[in-house]
Nanobody
């Protein structure tokens, strides 16, 4: 069964830290350009890309709003991708989702933070940052 399971969300004060985890199982990939991405969606707003990482590699992409504060990484042995979030701000409050691109659309750089490029999605984990 193909599955992505997020964990690690919670409530923190501004300036705090959280680490999100995305455990993947049952995924098969079509190319060497498959990515795992983290996305977020706040109430009344569109889903936006936060960070992505090429599966099995080191290439990463970040949204400008999180550069220098968030870090995406992976543990291939555990099939898990992490999102370390530091210096959190109230505007980071959202439901956070991880997603997998198993079709190789991430070979185009412009796609790597675009929701349409990802075909497998987790259920999400809530992050709330208070001021």
């Amino acid at each position: 069964q193909v599955q992505l399971m997020e964990s690690g969300g919670g409530s923190v004060q501004a300036g705090g830290t959280l680490r999100l985890s995305c455990a993947a199982s049952g995924l098969t990939y079509s190319s060497s350009y498959n990515y795992i991405g983290w996305f977020r969606q706040a109430p009344g707003k569109e889903r936006e890309g936060v960070a992505s990482i090429i599966i099995g590699g080191i290439h990463t992409d970040y949204a400008d709003s999180v550069k220098g504060r968030f870090t995406i990484s992976q543990d291939n042995a555990k099939n898990t991708v992490y999102l370390q979030m530091n210096s959190l701000k109230p505007e980071d409050t959202a439901m956070y989702y991880c997603a997998a691109d198993t079709r190789g659309l991430g070979r185009f750089a412009a796609n790597r933070l675009r929701p349409f490029a990802y075909n497998i999605w987790g259920q999400g984990t809530q992050v709330t940052v208070s001021s």
